[in-house]
């Protein structure tokens, strides 16, 4: 059984469907719950659930920025060229425009965060399985 199964759940807000917008971005399954949709706000917010194993690929936010709030389970978070950064609930990233990198689960474990996320995401290659098996 995976650790953090109470994640599936939603820990702070509901867990949302599945990210079939987001899918060919992904290795695994995620969840995404849009929390703010005005048209006047720029800035996204959204709750994101990963399921064991699962992570985005590699990314650059384009004329913005991305902070991730952990709400739980157990992730990672990586910029290229830096080493890859366990992730726990109450951990909060912020990645700056045009940093290329990338956040999901931990092989055994589920994880959400909010992420909050303005500009526009380029969306490039998978993370390396063998490297993500690594962790």
């Given at each position: ?6 994640v ?38 959204g ?7 699962c ?40 990645t ?21 996320t ?18």
């Open positions: 059984m995976a650790k953090h199964e109470e599936k759940n939603g820990v702070i807000f509901p867990v949302g469907e599945k990210n079939e917008a987001f899918a060919q971005f992904f290795v695994g399954q995620s969840y995404l719950k849009g929390l703010v949709s005005d048209p006047k706000v720029n800035v996204g917010v709750n994101v659930t990963f399921e064991p194993g992570r985005n690929n590699w990314h650059i936010h384009r004329n913005g920025f991305q902070i991730l709030l952990v709400t739980g389970g157990e992730g990672w978070y990586q910029e290229e060229g830096k080493t890859a950064q366990f992730l726990k609930a109450g951990d909060v990233i912020v700056h425009d045009g940093v290329k990198h990338w956040h999901g689960a931990t092989k055994d474990s589920w994880f959400e965060h909010i992420a909050i303005a500009g526009t995401p380029e969306w490039l290659e998978p993370v390396d399985d063998e490297w993500y098996n690594k962790l």
